[in-house]
């Protein structure tokens, strides 16, 4: 039942809200005992929205949310020991807007430790298991807003966070719609910072309709957030005919390490799309290959900076003041406390990227880089609505493929999305089949902005 | 070329103490992820403005009058190093 339905009938009066969340928990712990997806369940502070809710465009509707969002009185702990006691005291502007609608908050799904991975195995508390195959990984960061998405039968909603793939990674590995909105489209205020001027609030769910519902709900301007937009929110529900479109295939994006079956399952899509009207054209995004050194130096520089802040005070892990510490030896014995290896790799390859003497040469020439890289998609975007490509270039692989990666393949895994992120272009990723039955994602990537056209091409697949 | 001194220093930088077995194992990482860093010097950005948001992004004013903000019991609520209503810290000099 896709969601706008479930709300409908909710406020019919034919579905009852008190008995229907029983069911549902139930139901949603079973899940997490198969899976492990959830960092926490809220089932009584969702019992306690049930009192007063309004009734809003998701009114009852579950919503589970990617642990980096804050959530007032909920834990919300980024994936890690940093944070495991942090309670916030607000709701971040995306929570506002789904409770003022009516949307109910379930739970906090796992994520690698502040969104630091690709696979979500790097995740201080549980790892979430692929509902697909549980011997394979879910994707990153946002893994169990995946595997919920996925797996769960009731109608429901996950909210995720993208800095260079967190939302099309795991939505191609687990099955599922993904959207990455235009940089700043989603007010960011109350996110758990990893790269500022990369993160994304984005959505997950089973269908097209699902995700104009949501992203009708927090997309917009917001005083909060100063890098948020100020243009209008159109009405993302009416769906218009594909017929007369343009798509662009870079060619880059099938080139080499792209599974042949991978790019099978996705020019079929794309031969559908032709065979409804749409005209198809070859492109280039000339960059491609840069993209990846690049946006791990702007992310590194950028999450360097942003987990500063975590240091034993104010908030998160701490430990006894001793009488003999200083400031600096207090920090740094709760920093490597606190943080997991992954972390701790970015915090120093990102220091070392904006040190004096090396900063021209890293962090200002990957912000040149962008630059071109921007360039290379608005050439690429010019005369075609939307761009079409493998969301990632393999299927999920299995746990012990991916523990025997290096850092370095690790991040390389990366090279169809991080250039959609530096650029800040909207993408959704759409499952279009399966190998060996397991499911492959295309990826739509459009213009500033441009959101429903993706949503258009993505319901017509 | 990455050695240990290099990654105990940006370390110190970044506040964070490594145990010797970490310092090991970054230093061996760290040499491959930095070589790989290096080929975006060979770039021609030259004339190139840096981009720091994606989108370009304006200044954005409001009126200089209070609005409200957490309160003082809110805002020590997620600490025990606090008192007399305000964060404590460890030794300063």
């Given at each position: 039942m896709i969601a706008s339905d479930f709300v409908r009938d909710v406020k019919a009066g034919k579905i009852k809200l008190e008995k229907f969340y029983s069911d549902f928990f139930n139901d949603l712990r079973k899940l997490d005992k198969s899976y492990d997806c959830f960092i926490n369940i809220c089932e009584e502070d969702a019992f306690k929205q049930l009192e007063n809710l309004p009734k809003g465009k998701l009114y009852g509707l579950p919503v589970s949310v990617k642990d980096a969002i804050c959530t007032k009185g909920i834990p919300t702990t980024g994936g890690s020991k940093m944070l495991e006691s942090y309670k916030p005291t607000f709701d971040a502007t995306v929570i506002k807007?789904?409770?003022?609608?009516?949307?109910?908050?379930?739970?906090?799904?796992?994520?690698?430790?502040?969104?630091?991975?690709g696979f979500s195995t790097n995740c201080a508390f549980k790892i979430p298991k692929n509902p697909n195959d549980v011997n394979r990984v879910t994707g990153g960061s946002s893994g169990g807003a995946g595997v919920v998405t996925r797996a769960l039968d009731s109608p429901h909603i996950g909210i995720a966070e993208s800095t260079g793939g967190s939302i099309t990674c795991p939505a191609a590995f687990c099955g599922v719609y993904g959207l990455t909105p235009t940089y700043g489209r989603v007010s960011r205020y109350g996110l758990l910072d990893y790269a500022s001027s990369l993160d994304k609030i984005g959505v997950m769910a089973k269908s097209v309709s699902d995700i104009s519902l949501m992203i009708?709900?927090?997309?917009?301007?917001?005083?909060?957030?100063?890098?948020?937009?100020?243009?209008?929110?159109?009405?993302?529900?009416k769906s218009v005919s594909v017929k007369g479109m343009t798509i662009g295939v870079p060619k880059e994006y099938f080139g080499e390490g792209v599974s042949k079956d991978v790019s099978d399952s996705v020019w079929r899509s794309i031969k559908k799309l032709e065979s409804q009207g749409v005209s198809v054209k070859e492109v280039s995004l000339k960059m491609t290959k840069h993209s990846l050194p690049a946006y791990y130096l702007v992310a590194m520089s950028e999450v360097s900076?942003?987990?500063?802040?975590?240091?034993?005070?104010?908030?998160?892990?701490?430990?006894?003041?001793?009488?003999?510490d200083g400031f600096n030896e207090y920090f740094s014995r709760v920093r490597a406390l606190g943080f997991g290896p992954e972390a701790k790799r970015r915090i120093i390859l990102g220091t070392y990227a904006r040190m004096s003497g090396y900063r021209s040469q890293y962090y200002l020439q990957a912000m040149k880089v962008r630059t071109?890289?921007?360039?290379?998609?608005?050439?690429?975007?010019?005369?075609v609505d939307a761009l079409v490509a493998p969301s990632m270039p393999v299927v999920a692989p299995r746990f012990d493929e991916v523990s025997k990666l290096t850092p370095l393949e690790n991040y390389k895994m990366d090279v169809l999305t991080v250039a959609p992120n530096l650029a800040g272009v909207p993408h959704l990723s759409v499952p279009c089949g399966e190998v060996r039955g397991l499911p492959v994602g295309l990826q739509l990537i459009g213009d500033y902005l441009e959101e429903k056209k993706l949503l258009d091409l993505g319901g017509a697949l | 070329m990455v050695d240990e001194s290099l990654v105990r220093k940006v370390a110190g930088i970044a506040r964070l103490s490594l145990s010797d077995e970490?310092?090991?194992?970054?230093?061996?990482?760290?040499?491959?992820?930095?070589?790989?860093?290096?080929?975006?010097?060979?770039?021609?950005?030259?004339?190139?403005?840096?981009?720091?948001?994606?989108?370009k992004t304006e200044n954005v004013f409001r009126d200089d009058v209070v609005k409200p903000c957490l309160t003082q019991e809110e805002s020590l609520v997620n600490t025990s190093h606090k008192e007399g209503g305000f964060f404590k810290g460890p030794r300063a000099v």
């Open positions: 807007r789904i409770k003022a609608s009516g949307g109910v908050i379930v739970g906090k799904t796992c994520m690698d430790e502040f969104g630091l991975g009708s709900v927090i997309a917009g301007l917001d005083s909060n957030d100063l890098t948020s937009r100020p243009e209008p929110v159109p009405d993302y529900s900076t942003n987990l500063a802040k975590l240091c034993g005070m104010r908030y998160g892990l701490e430990l006894p003041l001793n009488k003999d071109l890289i921007i360039n290379d998609f608005k050439r690429a975007l010019k005369g | 970490e310092v090991k194992t970054f230093t061996r990482q760290f040499d491959d992820i930095i070589s790989w860093f290096n080929e975006i010097s060979e770039i021609d950005t030259k004339g190139v403005e840096p981009s720091f948001h994606p989108l």
